[in-house]
């Protein structure tokens, strides 16, 4: 059974910057696409960056580029957001993803494809 579990979350300034972890057990971590997500109240989940397996290949979410990096080390089955320039519009929980097969990217849409965290909450103060 996959279990992802975020940590990193916490109030902050606008401006201030942020890194969350995603630690992965269950699966080959190193086979798998992962990706963050995050949901604000009363809003839908909305995707904020995917990792491919390899850690080669990135996406982001239109809201975040430029100030969000994915990334991932395989050794630790971790992967990582590390979010600049934090604006309140980014106050949500943010929810860690894994793929649902070896090789294949987190689904950006069908989320229930994806395995779940239960997420951490980002608040961003101005």
């Known amino acids: 059974q996959v279990q992802l579990v975020e940590s990193g979350g916490g109030t902050v300034q606008a401006g201030d910057s942020l890194r969350l972890s995603c630690a992965a057990s269950?699966?080959?971590?190193?086979?798998?696409?992962m990706g963050w997500f995050r949901q604000a109240p009363e809003k839908e989940r909305e995707f904020v960056a995917r990792?491919?397996?390899?850690?080669?290949?990135?996406y982001y979410g239109d809201s975040v580029k430029g100030r969000f990096t994915i990334s991932r080390d395989n050794a630790k089955n971790t992967v990582y957001l590390v979010m600049n320039n934090l604006k309140p519009e980014d106050t949500a929980v943010y929810y860690c993803?894994?793929?649902?097969?070896?090789?294949?990217?987190?689904?950006?849409?069908?989320?229930?494809?994806?395995?779940w965290g239960q997420g951490t909450q980002v608040t961003v103060s101005s």
């Open positions: 269950g699966l080959t971590f190193s086979r798998y696409g």
């Open positions: 993803a894994a793929a649902n097969g070896p090789y294949q990217t987190v689904h950006t849409t069908r989320f229930h494809l994806n395995s």
């Open positions: 990792i491919n397996w390899s850690g080669e290949t990135t």
